[in-house]
């Protein structure tokens, strides 16, 4: 059974910085591209980060180039986005979630397997 756990979030003030880990059981994460997403209220997830297996080549959203930054520890079967200089518009539940495929995908229903999700406020 896969399972995969968010951990790190919480409330921070604006310019602040948050670590977000994401633990992943029952699949080898090295061959599994991963993603973080993120959700506001009544709206739809979108795609905040990814990291691609094997190559390890990044992607992110405009909105966060250059303040987040992903990893990944095949080893300890993990990925973390490091979110520095954190606005109150990233204020949102964040999701972790693996795809097989290769190439890392932007869309929600390109991936297999999510965690819970875990929130994260950034206060004015």
């Known amino acids: 059974q896969v399972q995969v756990v968010e951990s790190g979030g919480g409330l921070v003030q604006v310019g602040g910085s948050l670590r977000l880990s994401c633990a992943v059981s029952g699949l080898t994460l090295s061959r599994f591209s991963m993603g973080w997403f993120r959700q506001f209220p009544g709206k739809e997830r979108v795609f905040v980060a990814g990291?691609?297996?094997?190559?390890?080549?990044?992607t992110y959203a405009d909105s966060v180039k250059g303040r987040f930054t992903i990893s990944r520890d095949d080893a300890k079967n993990t990925t973390t986005l490091q979110m520095n200089d954190l606005k109150p518009e990233d204020t949102a539940v964040y999701y972790c979630?693996?795809?097989?495929?290769?190439?890392?995908?932007?869309?929600?229903?390109?991936?297999?397997?999510w965690g819970q999700g875990t929130q994260v406020t950034v206060s004015s």
């Open positions: 979630a693996a795809s097989i495929r290769m190439v890392v995908p932007t869309t929600p229903t390109q991936y297999d397997y």
């Open positions: 990291i691609r297996w094997g190559s390890g080549s990044t």
